[in-house]
C-alpha cells in the first residue's frame, strides 16, 4: 500500500494509523498530574469519568476491535458483534481500577492492532465483515472508526481535564 492511498476524507491511511497509535500517548498527556480522586470524578452519572473513558477504550480494543480485525482476515465476511460498551462500564467497577496499568494495556494491545493493519494490503484492507447496527464494513472503514471513536473520548476527557483546570485556578484565587 503506497502513502498516496487516501481514505474518503482525504487523508492518507498511513496518517490515519499513526493518529491511532497515538491515542494512548495523548491520553496519558491528558490525565497527567491528575490525582485519583480527580480521575474517577463524574459530571452527572451519565458520562464517564477520565478513567472510565481509559478502561472503556482498553476493553474496546481487547474485545471489540481485536477481535474483528482477526476474525476479518481469517474468515470469510464474518458477522461481528457490537460492542456495548455502557452495558460494559455498568458491569465492570471501573473507577475501582488502576490508571496505569489500563493504560499500559491499552497501549500494548492498540500498538498491535496498528502493527497489524500496517502490515496489511491494499487487498486486506478491503476484506469485509457484517457489524451489528452498522451494516457492511472494510477492515480500511474499521479503522476510520477507531479513530472517529477515539476522538470522541479524548474530546471527553480533554474537556474533563479542562474543567478540572477551571476548578483548580479558581480555589486558588480564593485562597
Do not use: W
Not at 497527567?32 to 477520565?50: H, P, Q
Not at 482476515?73 to 489500563?102: C, H, I, K
Not at 500494548?108 to 451489528?132: A, Y
Not at 474530546?155 to 479542562?162: C, P, W, Y
Amino acid at each position: 500500500m503506497s502513502d498516496e492511498e487516501r481514505n474518503p476524507d482525504g487523508a492518507p491511511f498511513a496518517a490515519l494509523l499513526d493518529s491511532l497509535y497515538e491515542t494512548p500517548n495523548r491520553l496519558a498527556q491528558l490525565t497527567a498530574g491528575l490525582s485519583l480522586a480527580e480521575l474517577r470524578l463524574k459530571n452527572s452519572e451519565d458520562e464517564f469519568s477520565a478513567l472510565e473513558n481509559l478502561c472503556h477504550l482498553r476493553d474496546l480494543e481487547l474485545q471489540g476491535y481485536t477481535p474483528r480485525i482477526n476474525r476479518m482476515l481469517d474468515e470469510s465476511g464474518p458477522a461481528l458483534a457490537d460492542f456495548d460498551g455502557a452495558r460494559m462500564a455498568a458491569e465492570s467497577n471501573y473507577n475501582s481500577e488502576q490508571p496505569d496499568v489500563a493504560l499500559q494495556t491499552f497501549q500494548t494491545v492498540r500498538r498491535e492492532n496498528v502493527e497489524k493493519l500496517r502490515s496489511l494490503t491494499e487487498e486486506q484492507l478491503e476484506r469485509e465483515g457484517m457489524l451489528e447496527g452498522v451494516g457492511k464494513i472494510t477492515l480500511r472503514r474499521l479503522a476510520e472508526m477507531m479513530r472517529e471513536h477515539d476522538e470522541g473520548h479524548l474530546s471527553a476527557v480533554g474537556t474533563l481535564r479542562q474543567q478540572l483546570e477551571r476548578q483548580r485556578s479558581y480555589q486558588n484565587r480564593e485562597r
